[in-house]
């Protein structure tokens, strides 16, 4: 079910080049280990130099005056420029419709996540406006988030169902994100969280569980929606014993697995590692002993920050789970409930500042190594025969980046090849 990756055919001659430059520094996130931390010293940076692209993908890289007699046309860049590899977000939650802004006010004024849920809150309640919603509407929505998501060079975007918690209403979401994947640039990869509560049709976990295996598993996979499964283990989720047999389902059947784990109770991640999932996502109160045994286990972490912003709990100890040996993948979990912001550079910024991560780890964490959590390796990096998806920052230095923690924006970004974004250029 899953296809094996292929890289892009960028030197297919019947295809026109562009050059694109010239740039202070193209900072290519190549040769960057798999594992553990990364100091700052690792990252290559091409000096004075351009991008030849070719179709969807990169053709070369070097001196742009070199390379300028070799393309057909130049995206030529009038003032200091450096470039980044196509920011992307491995874990969000973007078709939904409705606001909890009253929750928020509740929780800033002293009630817990878990208390507001108890009164009918929380994912319930945006359950019930995202039945409420068309197929058309949501579209619509997830459109103009999508575009939010350019304009802060986001390129590739995660987004996760759980917001039907029925098998037709899951099947609209579904539809909803794969549609949206069609009518604007930012590449979508779609993960079905119908796992994400217990919806109030249902009294028994098991017998939920059993529905979606049975009567959602292979809708699926006929109609193309996902190859993605996850599931939400915690309070207020679904318990080790009942999610496991659920998982392992899914694995039977040819989807990659995530588990949202140890946000608010430890016990996820471990059934990650059990399991063999490709993620596991919050690690609010994950410990290192469970970190140790997510990497024997290849299982990838996925931090998310701009729930701990909005929830007002810790950050997940992002430094120890680099430093116990695991890769380290930033996401913001867009969301309406815990995470409203939906900003990745900031939070990266942020997180990266509280944790003490090198801008070589953060950086990573929101292009390389994510592309790997998803898995799609034809990104991710600036390397000749990959995806040019790329970002256009007007600065000199790539730590400029990330010190505006999200206030420096894009002037310019490419996804597939295609300048998508742009403002300043002549």
Sequence with gaps: MIPEFKHLRAEDKSLSSILVGPFVQIVTMDNIVDKGPISDDSLEIITDSGVLIRGKGILEIGKFEELRTKCDSVFEIPYPAVLLPGLIDAHTHLCWDGSRSTEYAQRVAGSSYQEIANRGGGIAATVRTTRAASKEQLITLMQKRAKALVDIGVTTCEVKSGYGLSISEELKILEAIQATSTRQPVHIIPTCLAAHILPAEFSSAKDYLKVIVEDLFSKLYERRLTERIDVFVDEGGFSVEEARPFLQEAKSAGFHTIIHGDQFSEGGASLAAEVDALSVDHLEKVSQETCETLR?????????????????????????????????????????????????????????????????????????????????????????????????????????VLYNQGSLKPSAVFINGECVKQRGLS
Excluded at 299 to 326: C, E, F, K, N, Q
């Design 296 to 400: 024997d286990h290849n299982v990838i972490p996925i931090v998310l920050p701009g729930a701990s912003m909005g929830l007002g709990i810790p950050y997940a100890p992002a430094r120890m789970i680099l430093d116990t040996g695991l890769p380290l993948v930033i996401a913001s979990d867009w969301n309406p409930g815990s995470a409203p912001m939906g900003n990745l550079l900031l939070q990266a910024a942020v997180l990266g500042a509280a944790e003490k991560l090198t801008m070589a780890e953060t950086l990573a964490g929101i292009t390389v190594r994510a592309a790997k959590a998803l898995p799609m390796l034809d990104r991710g990096s600036i390397v000749k025969g990959m995806r040019a998806d790329m970002v256009i920052f007007p600065c000199k230095d790539f730590r400029e």
